[in-house]
């Protein structure tokens, strides 16, 4: 009843497809492959038959509200099947298909047992979508290894039909947190941070409790850095902030605990009675208290050992508006691209996590500013609302290509029989 004030209509899933489907192929098959973390995929013929069951119920919920000139716009890994059964179903419409993580290069992709079904599922749309560039070419790249078609300027084209691929780099909705600074809940938060931190710099980790966000190598990092600098003992402070995700999933539960492990030998080791290093947090928390700590973090640490895009990257930086800061950046964050002014880490590389942070704290107010300013202007131009009529343009425009290439195809094909 909710969701139908907000137009949508849910599709329900039963105990044992959310175990089978979604914790099973999405998040214990296709998550940790696309994302590079090979030894976690599991391949079960369960969770595979149970991924093709899920699209088709998906695919009969779609198909019952729309009709050949319905625009359709499926998004992310749990429904890469869904755009080519939608193509049997409704020939003509508009199907557009955006993949919110990153599309793994070949050598990871070909491990995948249901790997050409995967791509012929993709195939079925008429723009298919990644973050950046790199993703987009590892896909044109599997598909013309795996299938044999190959691409010319992002164009493939299938059995006569052309599919066109892209990258369109999600952005943030900018305007809601220019707006949302002047808010006075967010205010009131604000001005409580200031008065519990004082002088003391706030370094913010904040991102789903995922394998995927390199918060163990952060945690290292951020250990190693205390016992080298002891002179920032009780001026700094790691607000840990771990939203809980997939808490049902074997290898999240494992994270989890050794996290929580971690921050308390750190804790343990460095706390006096009235400072700790790190204030942690296993919680999601609400729109407000986020963004109060954004603005009033002096660093944000983001480190993921691989991102789709990130988007708490971005919302950083559009958070600082009034107020400075200093954005540390993994290079394997789809990010990136679009934040060089970031300073960049691999998150591989504590030694890199280390630096950055010094560097950070001592950075010069006016450097910070610039840097600030560059990242807002281009987060600014390409907001979420240009993202997706970006994409729908493109999609209209693909499908107009198409029509004049099938009525070119039948024109030569007339000629051809008189
Ligand atoms: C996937 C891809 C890609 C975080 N904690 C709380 C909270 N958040 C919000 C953040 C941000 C979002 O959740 C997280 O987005 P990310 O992009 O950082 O990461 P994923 O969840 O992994 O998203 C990613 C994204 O899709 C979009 O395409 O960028 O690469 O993995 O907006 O602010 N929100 C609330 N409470 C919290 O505690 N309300």
Redesign the pocket.
Known sequence: RKLRTYNCVPVFLSQRQVKRYYEGYANNTIWPLFHYFQSLAQYKDEYWNSYREVNEIFKKAVIKRADEESLIWVHDYHLMLLPQSLRLALPKSSIGFFL??PFPSFEIFRLLPNRKAILEGLLGADLIGF?IYDYARHFMSSVLRLLGFDQHSGTITVNDRVVKVDAFP?GIDYKKYQSMLKDQVVLDELKQLDDFYGECKVILS???L?YSKGIMSRLEAFELFLKENPKYLKRVVLVL?A?PSRVNVESYKHLRESIESKVGNINGAYSTVDWAPISYQFR????EK?IALMAKSDIALITPIR??????AK?YVAAKQKRNGVLILSEMA?AIDELPEALQINPNDKRSIIIAIKTALNMPVAEQKLRLRLMQQRLSDYSVQSWASDYINQLELAKTIQVKQYDKMLNSEARRQL
């Open positions: 919110h993580i973050h999600i904040m991102d789903r995922d902030i939203v999601d928390l609400p729109f986020i991102d789709g895009m990130n988007l708490v919302e789809g």
